[in-house]
Nanobody, 117 residues
Framework: QVQLVESGGGLVQAGGSLRLSCAAS????????MGWYRQAPGKQRELVAR???????NYADSVKGRFTISRNNTKNTVYLQMNSLKPEDTAVYYC???????????WGQGTQVTVSS
């Protein structure tokens, strides 16, 4: 079955950078759309960035120009480079895979990102 394993979260000061990684298994990775979502305490989960199988990307307005999503189909991994981090970026970040065949969504376990002011 599909498994997604995230890494790279942590505590960083405002203005700093972090890179999240998500390794996928159990699927033909290159065919699927990959995304990063986040959920802050008391808020709904929201899309941060998405990258399709043909490398089209889209971003939430709040992260445009600061975050970059990328994928390495050889390593079955998607990345989220986060620069100029702000305290409001603090959240649990989840990796998402949307199956190109079934349109089912799969989720990683989440990784905490905390940005201190």
């Amino acid at each position: 079955q599909v498994q997604l394993v995230e890494s790279g979260g942590g505590l960083v000061q405002a203005g700093g950078s972090l890179r999240l990684s998500c390794a996928a298994s159990g699927t033909v990775f290159r065919l699927n759309t990959m995304g990063w979502y986040r959920q802050a305490p008391g808020k709904q989960r929201e899309l941060v960035a998405r990258i399709t199988s043909i490398f089209r990307t889209n971003y939430a307005d709040s992260v445009k120009g600061r975050f970059t999503i990328s994928r390495n189909n050889t390593k079955n991994t998607v990345y989220l480079q986060m620069n100029s981090l702000k305290p409001e970026d603090t959240a649990v970040y989840y990796c998402n895979l949307r199956s190109s065949s079934s349109l089912s969504d799969y989720w990683g376990q989440g990784t905490q990102v905390t940005v201190s002011s």
